[in-house]
């Protein structure tokens, strides 16, 4: 890869982004296989996580309930806490530590931290208020290529905030998204969502079913007949927005298979 970069200075060195759903952080196995191949890749590389699962099993202990709506979290002020302490803490924290392990000089963030991502709150609509729930306005590709070309791998976390001092708990795809599309502009990116399925499925009982390819046109109808629901919608939203701005390849596939063959691939 570096030959032609060197012959041609225009071009952009390859960088993959890699989101890991909560469900893969919680089962050891699917975990330590990512971690493994996550440090195999390459050269420059982006983590990001999620950790609903986990946050939703520290809100029960703490008799907190959990409520989601399309997918998405709904956050009030007690919530707020469990999610900035499982995704911003403990599950990030573990990753880097891990990955550590694996030789990579991975260093764990928030959207707060140097300001890399910022959102403001979603606002309420159809009467539905998420609460503290972020809508992201920028991420910052120049701090992010800075950290990179210094040798160190970001390990982004699900959370940003509003430049006023307020956190805001934002979907883990977004993030992945729109840390493709900043990096788009410095490097030619490959988004890859991985999580416990070998890709989208167009029979969720069948894990063989997976969905090659998936365009607009398909997304639409995949939406409308139903092939598509909940939680996997927002994530190919995302995948299509990445897509729409610049990111070279988006995949969606089995945790243990990131290396770029496998999967759903989103045009």
């Avoid at 070309?149 to 970001?154: D, H, Q, S, V, Y």
């Avoid at 009982?205 to 927002?234: C, L, N, R, W």
């Avoid at 897509?243 to 989103?266: K, M, P, S, W």
Wanted: some cysteine; overall charge negative; glycine content about 12%.
């Amino acid at each position: 890869m570096d030959t032609p970069i060197l012959n041609n200075p225009t071009a952009k060195a390859p960088l993959v982004v890699v989101k890991v759903g909560g469900a893969v952080v919680e089962d050891e196995g699917q975990l330590n296989q990512l971690l493994a191949n996550f440090a195999a890749i390459p050269g420059r590389k982006v983590l990001v996580h999620g950790g609903g699962r986990k946050a939703t099993k520290t809100a029960a202990a703490l008799g907190i309930e959990s409520k989601m709506m399309g997918g998405r979290r709904i956050t009030d002020a007690d919530m707020l806490e469990v999610v900035t302490m499982v995704y911003g803490g403990l599950v990030n924290k573990q990753l880097v530590a891990r990955l550590q392990a694996c030789g990579v000089n991975a260093l764990g963030l928030t959207g707060a931290d140097v300001d890399v991502i910022r959102s403001h709150r979603r606002p309420v609509k159809d009467g539905i208020d998420f609460g503290f729930v972020g809508d992201v306005e920028r991420a910052d590709g120049q701090m992010l290529s800075t950290l990179i070309e210094a040798g160190i791998t970001p390990v982004l976390a699900p959370l940003t905030h509003d430049g006023k001092g307020q956190l805001l708990n934002t979907n883990a795809d977004t993030i992945a998204s729109e840390t493709a599309k900043t990096l788009a502009a410095h490097y030619d990116v490959t988004l890859i969502y991985s999580f416990e399925k070998k890709g989208v499925l167009a029979n969720p009982d069948d894990d063989e079913s997976v969905i090659p390819v998936i365009t607009h046109k398909d997304f639409e109808q995949y939406k409308a007949d139903g092939t598509v629901s909940g939680g996997m919608i927002p994530k190919i939203e995302n995948a299509l927005a990445a897509i729409d701005q610049g990111v070279g390849r988006v995949i969606i596939t089995l945790a243990t298979a990131i290396d770029g063959q496998h999967g759903t691939v989103i045009r």
